[in-house]
């Protein structure tokens, strides 16, 4: 990590790539923790938040000037003195922004036995933290009903995409947004009914002619929540999931804050973590073979190489990234 931005991170400057430091492979130390190759990195939007002054809290912890940053991943275990994990098994948790690293405990760690055989990648993406995070909340919040209405934002992404599909199966009316055409047609692709270019089209006027909306999921904050609560049935749910539009800079003020008393709205705020115990075993049963089966779609934008990590952290913030960003640092 360099220095914190003030607008959106700067690759080389926000994040620097350093192949200096080597190390030895068959001789660095364990002490009773274990020797992992990476595989796969995951690039989330909320690795914005970590950028920040370490002295400010907030729910996850601050990157630190001149250390790696961290992130979920995905990987090889190479050696192990921890008898919780062995050579060859593959380990899902929170990794250091490195090719290799030593682990020094195995608490935070999953083993993911795969036999599902999907990529790698997926287990950061649909099958990782961000599903998990459609899957839960979605399952705790929505209460949703055959026949009402969900507006999804950021609705091709890997926490959007996963909602559109949970709401679809629930016989749902889905309207989803996002930034570019080729985003919009991915989200009508996987059963969106109504999809639009928040860029190109009024978000209020879509949900007027289309709403009122029983379930808002928010992605993205801002004016588009403004236009959710404007467009919000009596007693909807809003998910309020991100509100990405001001991680960047600051969105502009909420206007219709009014129609939470008026028209009786829940609002429920989450973080994934929380939710974890009540969900996780069963989302690691059903997900990852729904995947495979087919059922479940979702779209990746995989970059190779531990040096595009900070490109692709300036694309999901600036909605370059065309699925789950993901980087490739290592096959097998
Ligand atoms: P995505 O891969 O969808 O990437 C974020 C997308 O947000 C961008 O691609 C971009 O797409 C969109 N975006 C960026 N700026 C704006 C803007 N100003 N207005 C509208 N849209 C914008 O991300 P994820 O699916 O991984 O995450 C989606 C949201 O879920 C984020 O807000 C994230 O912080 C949140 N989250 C929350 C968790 C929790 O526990 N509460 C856990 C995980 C994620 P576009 O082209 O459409 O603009």
């Known amino acids: 990590f360099g220095e914190v931005p003030t607008g959106f991170p700067e690759p080389g400057k926000t994040t620097i790539y350093d192949d200096s430091d080597t190390i030895d492979l068959e001789n660095v130390p364990l002490q009773g923790g274990f020797l992992v190759k990476t595989l796969v990195l995951s690039i989330d939007p909320y690795l914005r938040g970590k950028m920040r002054d370490p002295d400010v809290k907030s729910y996850s912890a601050a990157f630190i000037k001149g250390e790696p940053l961290h992130n979920f991943g995905v990987g090889v275990v190479l050696r192990s003195e921890n008898s919780s994990v062995k050579a060859g098994d593959h380990v899902y948790g929170v990794f250091t922004f490195q090719e290799y690293f030593v682990a020094p405990k195995f608490e935070g760690f999953r083993i993911l036995a795969n036999e599902e055989k999907i990529p790698w990648s997926v287990y950061v993406g649909v099958a990782g933290m961000p599903g998990q995070t ?9 209460a949703a009903k055959k026949g009402e209405v969900a507006f999804v934002s950021a609705g091709a992404g890997p926490v959007g995409s996963f909602v559109i599909q949970l709401a679809k199966a629930q016989g749902l009316k889905v309207i989803a947004s996002a930034g570019s055409e080729e985003k919009v047609n991915f989200m009508k692709s996987i059963g969106a009914d109504v999809v639009f270019n928040y860029k190109t089209q ?3 006027e879509v949900l007027a002619k289309e709403g009122p909306v029983n379930v808002y999921w928010d992605n993205v904050g801002g004016e588009t929540f403004d236009a959710a609560l404007q467009h919000a049935a ?17 969105a502009p003020p909420v206007k219709n804050l009014m129609y939470i008393v008026s028209k009786q709205l829940k609002i429920y705020g989450f973080l994934v973590f929380a939710l974890s115990a009540k969900y996780e075993d069963e989302f690691y049963k059903v997900v990852p073979r729904q995947i495979a089966n087919g059922e479940i779609k979702y779209t990746e934008d995989i970059k190779n190489g531990l040096q595009y990590a900070g490109h ?8 370059k990234n065309k699925g789950k960003s993901v980087i490739l640092v290592a096959e097998e």
């Open 202 to 204: 009024n978000t209020a």
């Open 234 to 250: 009596n007693e909807a749910r809003f998910l309020e999931c991100g509100m990405i539009s001001g991680y960047n800079g600051q």
């Open 134 to 142: 459609a899957y839960y909340a979605w399952k705790e919040y929505a």
């Open 312 to 319: 692709a952290i300036y694309e999901v913030q600036a909605g």
